[in-house]
């Protein structure tokens, strides 16, 4: 199993002066730790399950460039973008341009979007959501084509692109992930167009449902559900056994996460991606590579 961070909270002691050198620290001991993927939303207002929307945020693509230079290996991408944020050319040049510095690391993460009080905030559009998944459906047709180097026109019922021109190339064939558990539109997408899913750790049972109908859709579209690694996100906070973080959490010891996304690993999970209540805790890292290295030899079950 691979394991992955997002961090989603920077309104640390300090800022916005410590934003830079907090989070640069975190995406280096991510990956000391051995993650495979380091990630951040794709967010202008702080979320309201984190905090208000005055709180820090960083536009993501920004952050993730920085974070590429501090580090060496770990991947990178947006847990997700929204599709109304950025014209799918220009998505899918700066996902480019993030793979090409980074040596071949970055991700494209997408959605639907859902956060309809930054769109109004901001001046950005927001469709209903039945024209959010046409949107989204036509631009990963389009960053698709992007990345394979296909400069053909492309004529959607929302996007016209005379000539798709991504030059430089990205370093690999950039993976794409869908963001989301919808089982009518998303997981059809996923099962058409994705490498990978993100789905929310709601537990074993609702994995496997949520797998059940992704496999149905792979079925229909004629995909073998074995090309889309499965990827889900996790809230956690590791430490000693019995413990409280500096934030008053409580903590979960190596043994308690190694047997929880062992769970989901029995249903087919591939890649845990966890957001840690104590990220900016340098001893929270030492648990972490624990975790690490005794999920690394855990194998999904077929899906």
Avoid at 6 to 35: D, K, M, Y
Avoid at 228 to 252: M, N, Q, Y
């Amino acid at each position: 199993m691979r394991c992955g961070l997002q961090v989603s909270f920077f309104s640390w002691p300090g800022a916005p002066a410590s934003i830079g050198p907090t989070f640069g620290r975190i995406a280096q001991n991510a990956e000391a730790a051995g993650l495979a993927s380091f990630w951040v939303m794709d967010h202008f207002f702080q979320i309201s399950g984190i905090g208000p929307p005055e709180l820090d945020m960083l536009e993501g693509y920004t952050a993730l460039a920085y974070a590429a230079a501090l580090t060496e290996r770990i991947e990178l991408g947006t847990l997700v973008t929204g599709v109304t944020y950025r014209h799918p050319g220009l998505l899918a040049k700066t996902v480019t341009t993030l793979d090409v510095l980074s040596g071949g690391r970055a991700w494209l993460g997408i959605g639907a979007a859902w956060n309809e009080e930054e769109h109004r905030g901001l001046g950005v559009p927001f469709p209903a959501v039945s024209e959010r998944f046409e949107l989204l459906g036509e631009t990963l047709q389009i960053a698709r084509r992007m990345f394979d180097g296909d400069q053909s026109p492309y004529a959607g019922t929302h996007y016209t692109l005379e000539r798709p021109l991504n030059v430089p190339a990205p370093l690999r064939r950039t993976p794409i992930l869908v963001g989301g558990s919808g089982p009518k539109k998303t997981l059809r997408l996923v099962a058409t167009y994705a490498d990978a899913c993100n789905l929310f750790d709601a537990g074993p049972e609702a994995m496997a449902a949520r797998l059940a109908i992704l496999r149905g859709h792979c079925d229909d579209v004629d995909r073998d559900p074995r090309e889309i690694e499965v990827t889900a996100l996790s809230r956690l906070t590791l430490g000693s056994p019995g413990g409280r973080s500096a934030t008053g959490d409580r903590t979960t010891s190596v043994d308690e996460a190694v047997e929880r996304y062992g769970r989901l690993a029995e249903v087919g999970l591939d890649h845990v991606i966890v957001s840690m209540g104590n990220d900016t805790d340098d001893t929270a890292y030492e648990h972490l590579a624990e975790m690490v290295r005794q999920l690394e030899p855990v194998t999904a079950a077929p899906w």
